[in-house]
């Protein structure tokens, strides 16, 4: 299956080439089909390229990638759909597709890396193609968010770019296992950890390093943010559990640091997503919290190495789930702007997902992390048992607020046949491929998502969420409810007010002022004629 590899990552780059009109036409066909190639490999596990492949990069599967090539397969495949259709008829879409294809690409070559080199190769290439997709609109708005989004990914990459430095220079080729050895009896140790944290912290949209992403999602096209949401948050994950110690000695100061920036991010998010009004920035809230919640797993398998096989687990049945859920609800977003009512109530199922309903893949998330919270040190665990169901309490809040701005949004026009297909595949996929994945990674768990005791709590959640959304109904329905804020978030006024803090620190003094009219003139007579001094 070693081809499946190579085709996997090929097919998307040699389609992104600018060829001619004749072959753009058979591009255009094939779009659908460029991710199914990363599915094939998964049926041979630890599979990899041999190392005298002549171009260098290693490629395969190990422990760690196989759940994260499922979810670039399944969502290329149904987003790659959607934007055929969805873009059939603007002047753009050759753009459009050819920055979506290197983004793909990119990204399916991150998760395949079995290197340090091929690995940041790849995960520049998906960074910088996203940067295409965000500013694709076109208008001012669009090119700032991009521009926002490209000056902090740079940024990320000059902190990432030092510490693989600092660490490659001591693990030798780069590959896992010696990266992972490099590790022992650094002395940057610290320095290192906070880097990687940070750099990929980025691409993850991790609050406060989060930014960019509300921005952004405010301009993209439905198929492109179902790709950046789904795949490009979910390869800063994986950045962390390629680079950072898990599973060696433990780093206490850091994981405590993951645990509280991860806890302050879920409520953030969930509170402040709570305040908008266009589905796409709503959706940018409930990531930025999912994405705070696997921060906390980072955290416990820094503190508990010993813990690391079980918490890596639940990072992966979580990323998975939460892939396909927010890809479906972007693309659900969009039908329901266009598809009516009975777009509006299929819109209901990615919905119930990611508020954590029973038998869905948000409750096999939701249990997946009350066990891993178990494992983490000291009195964590009980700290967090009690903000988790207030946290999930607020996700599922925020997903009441997403249909309800999702339903009554601006209506366009109604959505092309494939567009309907391409969403309820990835729908159905949202739905059975987390309890299939269940069934042959975690088979203990799945007795308990059918128990009496965990239906009915995830139940009374959504009740509960149920009410709070009715206490907020009329406020809601209010002309001019909401925080239109520059950038849709908070620490835009931070920015403002650093702006005007600067122009008055560093504003010019006043220009002198110029001599009197007749000091002037005869200063100029005298210059004229020296002999009158």
């Known amino acids: 299956m070693a081809p499946f590899l190579l085709l996997s990552l090929a097919l998307p780059l040699v389609l992104a080439l600018p060829l001619g009109r004749y072959w753009q036409r058979w591009t255009d066909r094939l779009v659908p089909l460029v991710a199914l190639p990363a599915l094939g490999p998964l049926a041979f596990p630890h599979l990899a390229l041999p190392p005298s492949w002549p171009f260098g990069p290693r490629l395969g599967?190990?422990?760690?990638?196989?759940?994260?090539?499922?979810?670039?397969?399944?969502?290329?495949?149904?987003?790659?759909?959607?934007?055929?259709?969805?873009?059939?008829?603007?002047?753009?879409?050759?753009?459009?597709r050819r920055y979506w294809l290197l983004a793909l690409a990119g990204g399916l070559g991150t998760i395949l890396a079995l290197d340090v080199a091929t690995f940041g190769g790849f995960f520049l290439l998906a960074v910088l193609a996203a940067y295409g997709l965000i500013a694709y609109e076109g208008s001012p708005a669009a090119r700032g968010a991009g521009r926002l989004y490209l000056v902090m990914a740079l940024f990320g990459g000059v902190m990432l770019l030092e510490a693989l430095v600092t660490v490659t220079a001591r693990s030798g080729s780069g590959s896992w296992p010696e990266l992972a050895a490099g590790w022992a009896g650094l002395p940057e140790r610290n320095w290192v950890i906070g880097l990687?944290?940070?750099?990929?912290?980025?691409?993850?949209?991790?609050?406060?390093?989060?930014?960019?992403?509300?921005?952004?999602?405010?301009?993209?096209?439905?198929?492109?943010?179902?790709?950046?949401?789904?795949?490009?948050?979910?390869?800063?994950?994986?950045?962390?559990?390629?680079?950072?110690?898990?599973?060696?000695?433990?780093?206490?100061?850091?994981?405590?640091?993951?645990?509280?920036?991860?806890?302050?991010?879920?409520?953030?998010?969930?509170?402040?997503?709570?305040l908008q009004t266009r589905p796409?920035?709503?959706?940018?809230?409930?990531?930025?919290?999912?994405?705070?919640?696997?921060?906390?797993?980072?955290?416990?398998?820094?503190?508990?190495?010993?813990?690391?096989?079980?918490?890596?687990?639940?990072?992966?049945?979580?990323?998975?789930?939460?892939?396909?859920?927010?890809?479906?609800?972007?693309?659900?977003?969009?039908?329901?702007?266009?598809?009516?009512?009975?777009?509006?109530?299929?819109?209901?199922?990615?919905?119930?997902?990611?508020?954590?309903?029973?038998?869905?893949?948000?409750?096999?998330?939701?249990?997946?992390?009350?066990?891993?919270?178990?494992?983490?040190?000291?009195?964590w665990p009980n700290v967090l048992a009690g903000l988790r169901w207030l946290a999930t309490t607020m996700t599922a809040l925020l997903t009441i607020?997403?249909?309800?701005?999702?339903?009554?949004?601006?209506?366009?026009?109604?959505?092309?046949?494939?567009?309907?297909?391409?969403?309820?595949?990835?729908?159905?996929?949202?739905?059975?491929?987390?309890?299939?994945?269940?069934?042959?990674?975690?088979?203990?768990?799945?007795?308990?998502?059918?128990?009496?005791?965990?239906?009915?709590?995830?139940?009374a959640t959504l009740l509960i969420a149920a009410v709070l959304a009715a206490a907020f109904w009329g406020s809601w329905r209010a002309e001019g409810y909401g925080l239109p804020l520059p950038l849709a978030d908070v620490l835009s006024l931070f920015a403002r007010g650093l702006g005007a803090w600067s122009r008055r620190l560093f504003r010019p003094g006043p220009e002198p002022r110029p001599r009197p009219p007749a000091v002037r003139r005869g200063g100029e007579r005298l210059k004229e004629d020296p002999a009158r001094r």
């Open 196 to 274: 990687y944290l940070a750099g990929f912290g980025i691409v993850m949209a991790v609050a406060p390093l989060h930014v960019w992403l509300p921005a952004a999602n405010a301009h993209l096209p439905a198929a492109a943010g179902a790709l950046l949401n789904g795949l490009l948050l979910v390869l800063g994950l994986l950045g962390w559990l390629r680079f950072l110690p898990l599973g060696g000695e433990a780093v206490g100061g850091w994981g405590a640091v993951c645990m509280v920036v991860g806890l302050l991010a879920v409520f953030y998010g969930a509170a402040w997503g709570l």
């Open 61 to 96: 599967l190990d422990d760690t990638n196989p759940p994260f090539l499922l979810l670039a397969g399944l969502l290329g495949t149904a987003v790659g759909w959607y934007a055929r259709d969805e873009l059939a008829g603007d002047p753009g879409k050759v753009r459009f």
């Open 401 to 459: 607020r997403f249909v309800y701005v999702s339903w009554n949004g601006n209506r366009a026009a109604s959505p092309a046949a494939g567009c309907w297909l391409a969403w309820l595949a990835l729908v159905g996929s949202m739905l059975v491929v987390p309890w299939l994945w269940a069934l042959q990674q975690v088979p203990e768990a799945v007795p308990q998502l059918l128990n009496r005791e965990w239906i009915r709590a995830g139940v």
């Open 280 to 379: 796409g920035i709503v959706l940018a809230y409930a990531g930025i919290g999912q994405m705070g919640m696997l921060a906390i797993l980072i955290g416990i398998g820094l503190q508990a190495p010993a813990h690391w096989p079980a918490v890596l687990t639940a990072v992966q049945g979580c990323a998975l789930s939460f892939g396909l859920t927010v890809a479906a609800l972007f693309l659900g977003a969009d039908m329901a702007a266009r598809g009516g009512r009975r777009a509006g109530w299929i819109l209901l199922a990615p919905a119930l997902a990611l508020a954590g309903a029973p038998l869905t893949g948000g409750s096999l998330s939701g249990l997946l992390i009350a066990e891993a919270f178990r494992l983490a040190p000291g009195d």
